[in-house]
């Protein structure tokens, strides 16, 4: 019987992941312990699909802490007139799931991610949720492989111009904050958010108006409710603030 080629080709549903010495590489890091890296790649589906192994969990428990002191010891020096209000503004911002996203990003972390087929099949190689946590169980990893001096270069290098754009973009922090200052200054009321979602429970997507006096002044869309009025408020905001009030119907 003659079979077609394709009946025995390897399935490429997935791509090989990377290995853990060429991440070791893209962070710039002399790791001693490569099992306990690729432990940090390690989701917790790929874990469950592959007999109970231990997932990044716990380095990522790790990893968040370190990152935080990090951060908060980078802007404190970094602003030495700014009052704590603001610095925990900035260190919020570098530190939510979106900023660590877009370093992960830049690593191109997603392509060493373990993830189960199921996690996998719906993109979650590129899922802000999994890139963000993968990122802070790295850090964890290199902590305890190589110390805090290592693990606070690597999280500085990582997070250097993160910082400066979260620093001289004031409004960039919260601009659910910065868009109601700026609406009860001119306007003298409130701005309300109107949230509608399509898709199922588990992949959802969120859309987010922003109403003043009635009229929308900014349309923003997010994985979650939090996220869609978030990019909603940046739109309204930087129109607002650009001069372009008068586009969107607000007098």
């Not at 428990?61 to 704590?84: K, N, R, S, Y």
């Amino acid at each position: 019987m003659v079979h077609d080629a394709a009946e025995h080709a390897p399935v490429a549903s997935r791509p090989a992941p990377a290995s853990v010495s060429e991440l070791a590489e893209v962070l710039d890091v002399h790791v001693d312990d490569e099992d306990l890296l690729a432990r940090a790649l390690m989701h917790r589906s790929w874990a469950f699909e592959n007999g109970g192994v231990e997932p990044n969990e716990r380095l990522e428990f790790l990893g968040d802490a370190v990152l935080g002191l990090v951060i908060t010891d980078e802007i404190f020096h970094a602003h030495p007139g700014e009052q704590e209000g603001r610095l925990a503004k900035v260190r919020a911002a570098a530190v939510q799931s979106a900023s660590l996203a877009v370093v992960a990003r830049r690593l191109e972390l997603g392509r060493f991610v373990r993830l189960g087929r199921g996690e996998s099949g719906s993109g979650g190689h590129d899922k802000d949720s999994i890139l963000a946590d993968t990122l802070e169980a790295v850090i964890g990893a290199v902590y305890l492989d190589q110390g805090f001096a290592t693990a606070y270069d690597l999280v500085q290098r990582l997070f250097a111009d993160v910082l400066v754009e979260l620093a001289s973009h004031r409004a960039a922090l919260d601009y659910k904050t910065s868009l109601q200052e700026l609406i009860t200054s001119r306007f003298a009321t409130l701005p309300r958010y109107r949230v509608s979602d399509v898709g199922p429970d588990h992949r959802k997507t969120f859309t987010a108006e922003v109403v003043v006096d009635g009229d929308v002044v900014g349309v923003g869309v997010g994985a979650n409710k939090k996220q869609a009025e978030q990019h909603a408020a940046r739109e309204a905001y930087r129109r607002l603030v650009a001069g372009d009030a008068a586009t969107g119907g607000v007098g």
